[in-house]
């Protein structure tokens, strides 16, 4: 038995993120933080997206109401929130008074994967939103009217960007001068090479 479980530690197998389980009659608001934290952080590593990534959060804060989320604090709930978006997580932008509700929420239902409308909308209603799922990422990309504003969210995001703003000024004029060149012996630029000319500006 370990030594968790024998002293009663609302924590089990606290030094084992991947393991680490809480249990919520026991746990102090340091221990509510602690187990937000760590899960927030093994997601950002892990390489799970979609149902995958919904089975994890669904098994991870099972049990969980709006309460327990409004202890671990706001920001932590908000980056929990877009990194469970972004991988493929439906879930609707709110205020940020709604936010603990809308984790606890789609701990009530089954996954669903992004609709069209869903996506468009949180590309439009953020430019600076985007998807790391790769099976999201490829759907827009073959989606003429999610790729636009896409694209125009990237180049939003590097205006808005004045560190890399030389950077990004060089890279679009060598993106220029490839499609030209392309041109110019009569060749159409596959899409595969302007989207990875567009990954280099991220």
Known sequence: MSDNLSTGSALINKNDPLCLRINLSLASLDDLKFYG????????????????????????????????????????????RKLLRQGGVY????????????????????????????????????????????????????????????YYNRQKKITNNPPHHQLASAIAQLQLSLLLAATTLNQTPSRTHLQTCLNLRD
Request: aromatic share 14%; charged share 25%; net charge negative.
């Open 37 to 80: 934290s760590t899960k927030l952080h093994l997601y950002t590593d892990e390489d799970a997206f979609d149902d995958d990534l919904y089975s994890l959060f669904h098994y991870d804060f099972a049990g969980w109401k709006s309460s327990h989320f409004e202890h671990c604090g706001l920001r932590l709930v908000q980056k929990l």
């Open 91 to 150: 879930m609707a932008k709110s205020k940020s008074d709604e936010v603990f509700n809308n984790l606890a929420n789609a701990l009530k239902f089954e996954y669903e994967p992004w609709t069209d409308d869903q996506k468009l909308n949180a590309l439009r209603e953020d430019p600076t939103f985007s998807f790391t799922s790769p099976n999201l990422s490829c759907k827009i990309n073959s989606n003429p009217d999610l790729y636009k504003i896409a």
